[in-house]
C-alpha cells in the first residue's frame, strides 16, 4: 500500500503566482537568466541563487544561507503565503499538444526505503549530498518528486470532477504553458484520496531519483530530532498513461581514431545500415537507431540475437530487460567497444540533446565541427522502465527526458 499525506504547502499569493514561477534554474541561458532577475523582482530564480552575479566567488555554504534569507524575504514582503492547515493539491500543466494533470502530495521516505516506490535510475552520490545539504541549510524544497501510478479510474472520475471546481491559480506563462491549480482541503475529500492510494501496491520514480534520494539521506541524519516533515518528500503524482517520454540522443566528439569506413564496416556487424542522404530520418520503433556522419543521416536496424526458450534464456530473463532496452544496446555494441566510452555520465567526448529538440540541432552540432557522430533513438515506454524498477535494474545515465516539469516556486514543502 502506498501512503500520501497533505502538508501546510508555501506558495504564491495568486496575483503574484504568474511572476514568481520559473523554469529549472539550468533551463535559462545567462543572458536570459540576467534579463529575468533584473526586471523581474518577484522572480524565485532571486531565491534559488541570490548572488548570481558573485556566484562563482562565494562558497557553497554561504549560497545555501542566502537561498535560505532570500526565501524569508519573500514570506516577509507577502509574496508567499502559507496553507492554514494540510492540503493535497490538483495541478494540471497545458502545454501546445498535451495536459499533464496530477495530484500534489507528501510521500513517505518509509515507502522509498521498502521499494514501495520504486527506482530505475542511478544517482550519484556527491549530487544526493550536495542536495541534502541545500535541504538542511535552506529549510525547504520547491522541486517535487515526479511519480507515477496505475492508471485508476475512480481517480480519473474525481479528476474531471475536481476540475470542474474554481482553480485557486489560472495563469499563463511567458513559454505558452496554461497552469491551473486545486486546494484539496475537504476532509472527506482527503480521506477518500488516501484511500484510494493505499490501495495501489506499488509507485514508480519518473524523475527526481537525486532529490528523493537527498531527502531520505537527510532523513537518516536528522531523524533523531523529531521533526515529522522529514517522514516525507513531496511528489507530483501522476497517472502513468499521462506521463510523456522523450529518448536522450548522443553527440560524440570524435569517432575514436576509426576512419569512417571501418567504423561503418564495424557498425554493419550488430546493425543493417540504410544510407538516408539528406533526409530527417528518426527511430520509427524500438531496435531502431538514426545516425548522422559526414554530412548523411543513416538508419541502423540491430540485428536482434535469436531467442530460445531454454533454461539458461529463462534463467536470463532479468538480464535481457535491460540489454534489449535501446540505450543499453548502443552502449553495449557501439559505444563502448567502438567509441571506447566507458563512463556516459563523466566522459567529456559524449554529450546528450532532448529528444524533444529537432535533429537539426544535432546535424548543425555536427556540420560546426565540434563533434564528429550523432545517434538517435527511439523513446522507451512506461512498460520498460516498470520492468526494469521491478527487477532492480537500473537504466544507462541519460535514457529519458520526461515530462511534466514542475515549475519552481510554484509550491514550497517546508522541512
Not at 307 to 327: F, G, P, Q, Y
Amino acid at each position: 500500500m502506498s501512503k500520501i499525506i497533505p502538508f501546510k504547502a508555501v506558495r504564491p499569493t495568486p496575483d503574484k503566482v504568474a511572476l514568481v514561477t520559473c523554469r529549472n534554474y539550468d533551463d535559462y541561458s545567462p543572458a536570459e537568466l540576467a534579463a529575468w532577475l533584473n526586471f523581474n523582482p518577484y522572480s524565485f530564480l532571486h531565491v534559488i541563487n541570490p548572488a548570481y552575479i558573485h556566484a562563482q566567488k562565494i562558497t557553497l555554504d554561504k549560497r545555501f544561507k542566502g537561498v535560505a534569507h532570500k526565501y524569508q524575504d519573500f514570506k516577509n514582503d507577502g509574496i508567499f503565503m502559507t496553507e492554514e492547515k494540510p492540503v493535497f493539491f490538483l495541478y494540471e500543466i497545458q502545454t501546445k499538444s498535451q495536459f499533464f494533470t496530477g495530484i500534489v502530495a507528501g510521500t513517505s521516505i518509509e515507502d522509498y526505503k521498502n521499494n514501495i516506490i520504486k527506482k530505475h535510475e542511478d544517482t550519484l552520490q556527491y549530487r544526493v549530498e550536495l542536495f541534502k545539504d541545500y535541504l538542511h541549510q535552506t529549510g525547504f524544497n520547491t522541486e517535487p518528486v515526479l511519480i507515477t501510478y496505475p492508471d485508476n479510474q475512480e481517480i480519473n472520475n474525481w479528476i474531471l470532477k475536481k476540475k470542474k471546481e474554481q482553480p485557486v491559480y489560472n495563469y499563463s506563462t511567458t513559454n505558452k504553458e496554461k497552469h491551473q491549480l486545486w486546494k484539496i482541503d475537504n476532509e472527506k475529500e482527503i480521506n477518500w484520496l488516501q484511500t484510494q492510494f493505499e490501495q495501489i501496491p506499488e509507485l514508480y520514480i519518473a524523475d527526481g531519483h537525486h532529490r528523493s534520494a537527498s531527502a531520505e539521506l537527510l532523513y537518516d541524519e536528522d531523524k533523531h530530532l523529531g521533526n515529522e516533515n522529514l517522514n516525507y518528500f513531496m511528489s507530483f503524482l501522476i497517472a502513468e498513461s499521462n506521463v510523456k517520454i522523450y529518448e536522450f540522443n548522443r553527440i560524440i566528439r570524435d569517432l575514436n581514431g576509426l576512419s569512417k569506413e571501418d567504423f561503418l564496416e564495424k557498425l554493419s556487424e550488430h546493425f543493417i545500415i540504410k544510407d538516408k542522404e539528406q533526409e530527417l530520418w528518426k527511430p520509427q520503433s524500438k531496435f531502431e537507431f538514426g545516425m548522422y556522419l559526414d554530412g548523411k543521416f543513416y538508419a541502423l536496424f540491430y540485428k536482434q540475437p535469436t531467442v530460445t526458450s531454454s533454461a539458461v534464456e529463462m534463467l536470463n530473463e532479468k538480464k535481457n530487460i535491460l540489454s534489449n532496452l535501446d540505450a543499453q544496446i548502443l552502449y553495449d555494441k557501439v559505444l563502448q567497444p567502438l567509441l571506447g566510452i566507458e563512463d556516459l555520465r563523466n566522459d567529456e567526448r559524449i554529450e546528450y540533446i532532448p529528444g524533444k529538440q529537432s535533429i537539426l540541432t544535432i546535424k548543425e552540432l555536427i556540420d560546426e565541427g565540434e563533434f564528429e557522430v550523432g545517434f538517435m533513438l527511439y523513446p522507451s515506454d512506461i512498460s520498460e522502465i516498470k520492468a526494469l524498477a521491478d527487477n532492480n535494474l537500473i537504466m544507462p545515465p541519460k535514457s529519458t527526458y520526461i515530462e511534466p516539469k514542475f515549475r519552481s516556486g510554484l509550491m514550497v514543502y517546508e522541512l
